[in-house]
């Protein structure tokens, strides 16, 4: 397709991602992100086998992984149980072995962002969206009072509270307080390892070691508590010792990533929704990433989510010589995976948080059992890598 004027809302994984993916084609793009600079929130994630790809054919690939930890298994207990609840290691595709990419957040942000600038994408802070316009050329609001110049194509990846998405999600009774900790230097847990450990459906808490830090030399490690939207309160108004107590009583191996903690701010709590838009395309306007469908982070895949359908988009405005054609050829390629895997999310989130009894001792007793008999074992490792099926359709190259 000829070269496209983009407007990007949101430099987070997604728009920074597509950014560098459509000014490698060739686009003129401009991404906003209502940051005063631009910086990432939160802590850390798992890019997975796809969205690792994604990043190599962008160019940010190097970058994040002289920063990510390579983690190769995820390995959950519940309380009080021997065999694991949660056992996947992610093996090899022919011959050739796979990880997990563990990482902050800042150096996933660090890594997409120097691939975005350096082939020349035009980034504009303390931009805050707040509508776009209708018509053929679309324009962008701001709450400044600024409003863009006209774009061919606007993209809306503005994440889970973008102002321009009609998705009204579900919101989901759990989520975690997260919070990130050096990586001990006597560590109990091995070091490409997520673990957890679950007293029922209850409480979560994990460990996951992500690196290091743009710019610095220690080792990182994400740790997080499982807990409902109504604990919260109760949780910050309690003394900080009482609920490291409790984390540690639940797992003692935990003790030195959780001694890491002494005071609430280094916790940040994170809710999760579920919901996905029926069709993310208008005519000159497209949402991707968790402005289009959103999931909780159970299977690990909403930053690989956004980072396919970044590639996906990139490649069907290469495919097609109409923007029309495009962005529905966009839609139908990922419309399958996205929704194989909204359902998948939807159906094991309940046995890892919920008050729930049966589910969590179906999940003992019955599913982990039966996820050590081959071919569960490979099945597992192919759902949690992103490619159980192929994550892109309709003739668009995988990245
Ligand atoms: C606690 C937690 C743990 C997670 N763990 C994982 C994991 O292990 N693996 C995984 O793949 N995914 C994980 N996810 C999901 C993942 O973080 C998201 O799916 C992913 O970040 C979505 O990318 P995005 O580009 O759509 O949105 P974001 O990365 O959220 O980016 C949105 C950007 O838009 C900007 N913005 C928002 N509103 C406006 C506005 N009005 N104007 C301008 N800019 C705006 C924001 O500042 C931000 O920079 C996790 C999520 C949470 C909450």
């Known amino acids: 397709m000829a070269a496209l004027k983009v407007g990007i809302a949101g430099a987070g994984i997604g728009g920074l991602a597509l950014a560098a993916a459509l000014a490698r084609s060739g686009h003129d793009v401009t991404v906003y992100d209502q940051f005063d600079a631009p910086r990432p929130v939160g802590s850390g994630l798992v890019i ?20 990510g930890a390579q983690v190769t298994h995820m390995l959950g207990h519940a309380t009080g149980k021997r065999m694991p609840i949660l056992d996947v290691k992610y093996g090899s595709v022919k011959g050739r072995p796979r990880h997990g990419l563990a990482l902050h957040r800042a150096a996933l942000f660090h890594a997409v962002h120097q691939a975005a600038i350096k082939v020349g994408v035009r980034m504009l802070a303390s931009h805050e969206v707040v509508s776009v316009s209708d018509g053929p050329k679309r324009q962008l609001s701001f709450t ?26 579900r ?50 490690t994400a740790l997080f508590w499982s807990l409902t939207r109504d604990e919260l309160a109760a ?11 409790q984390a540690k009583a639940l797992w003692p ?11 609430h701010d280094q916790m940040t709590p994170a809710f999760y929704s579920h919901g996905s838009l029926r069709t993310p395309v208008a005519p000159g306007l497209v949402h991707i990433g968790d402005a289009a469908h959103r999931a909780s982070p159970q299977l690990g895949q909403g930053a690989n989510m956004a980072l396919l359908d970044a590639w996906a988009l990139s490649q069907a405005l290469v495919a097609r010589g109409d923007l029309a054609d495009a962005l529905a050829l966009y839609h139908k390629s990922r419309r399958l995976h996205l929704w194989v895997y909204q359902w998948m999310s939807a159906v094991f989130t309940p046995l890892y948080q919920s008050h729930s009894r049966f589910l969590p001792a179906l999940r003992n007793h019955l599913l982990a059992p039966v996820a050590q008999i081959p071919p569960s074992p490979y099945i597992l490792s192919r759902l949690v890598c992103g490619d159980m099926l192929p994550p892109l359709r309709s003739g668009l190259p995988a990245p």
């Open 171 to 220: 919101a989901l009774p759990y989520g975690a307080i997260w919070g990130v900790v050096d990586w001990p230097d006597d560590a109990p847990l091995p070091a490409h390892q997520l673990s957890q450990r679950y007293e029922a459906a209850r409480r979560m808490v994990g460990v996951l070691p992500i690196g290091l830090l743009p710019g610095g030399t220690r080792r990182q």
């Open 253 to 263: 191996e935990a003790a030195p990533y959780v001694d890491g903690i002494t005071q």
């Open 235 to 245: 949780w910050q108004a309690s003394p900080i010792e009482a609920w490291k107590a």
């Open 48 to 67: 997975q086998p796809v969205g690792q790809a994604v990043l190599f054919r962008i160019g940010a690939l190097d970058v994040a992984e002289t920063h």
């Open 144 to 169: 400044n009072g600024e409003v863009s110049a006209p774009f061919d194509l606007v993209v809306d990846a503005s994440g889970a509270g973008s102002p321009l998405s009609p998705l009204r999600a």
